[in-house]
């Protein structure tokens, strides 16, 4: 599975949109883009997924570039709630390697 | 409503002991998984299985064991309890494919004495 590239922090102002980037230049072309978020001390929480088209959900969008080497995740109105680390993980389509490998995520810290 | 469940929340042991957590799904999911979380190492993936029968195991595997006799649990075991094995664990479950993402579980935080 490729690795990605995350800021360690980010900081945002409540209220505002959260852009959480994510690089994944060796990705394959049958590899999907997954967002997780764990809030501290609870189990990771599912976000979002794509493999070439933008996604949106109620939660947030996903936007991943043409090439597909990076992705942004966005949190259009965010809350303190929204204080998280956010994993960005790439993983092969496919039951033999089903499987999420975490790296060490985004801290994002949503100030009042 | 479908959940999964760990048990123990919190557990302390002392070293050389067998410890087992568990892990319960109500979601009928073919896949489980367990993580251990550290400070400075993020989820790390210990051993995961497909379906009844079949374990494999992960990135730090060493130490523990699964067994799968059904679809709806995955217990953990730590054959011989080290200190290097306090941490907190997360067990996951998902159905097969792609076009799903992870239910996780709220975590058994283990310390080793």
């Known amino acids: 599975d490729a690795k990605t590239t995350q800021p360690p922090s980010m900081d945002c102002a409540e209220g505002r949109a959260a852009n959480l980037p994510c690089n994944h230049s060796?990705?394959?072309?049958?590899?999907?883009v997954y967002w997780y978020r764990q809030i501290h001390s609870q189990g990771p929480q599912y976000i979002i997924h794509?493999?070439?088209n933008n996604e949106t959900n109620e939660m947030a969008s996903l936007i991943i570039t043409e090439d597909r080497k990076s992705s942004t995740l966005i949190l259009p109105h965010a809350t303190l709630r929204d204080t998280a680390v956010y994993y960005c993980i790439v993983r092969v389509y496919g039951g033999a390697t089903n499987k999420l490998i975490f790296g060490t995520g985004t801290l994002l810290a949503v100030q009042p | 409503d479908a959940e999964i469940t760990q048990s123990p929340r919190h557990k302390i042991t002392e070293t050389g002991r067998q410890v087992t957590l568990a892990c319960h799904q109500t979601w009928n999911h073919n896949n489980m998984f367990w993580y251990r979380q550290d400070l400075g190492h993020g989820l790390r993936l210990i051993h995961y299985s497909y379906g009844v029968q079949d374990t494999n195991k992960g990135e730090v595997s060493d130490g523990y064991s699964v067994s799968r006799s059904n679809t709806e649990d995955l217990p953990l075991t730590l054959e011989s309890a080290a200190s290097s094995q306090t941490s907190v664990y997360f067990c996951?479950?998902?159905?097969?494919?792609?076009?799903?993402?992870?239910?996780f579980g709220s975590g058994t935080r283990l310390t080793v004495v």
């Open positions: 060796t990705i394959s072309g049958n590899e999907y």
């Open positions: 996951a479950s998902s159905p097969p494919g792609q076009d799903y993402g992870y239910t």
């Open positions: 794509g493999l070439k």
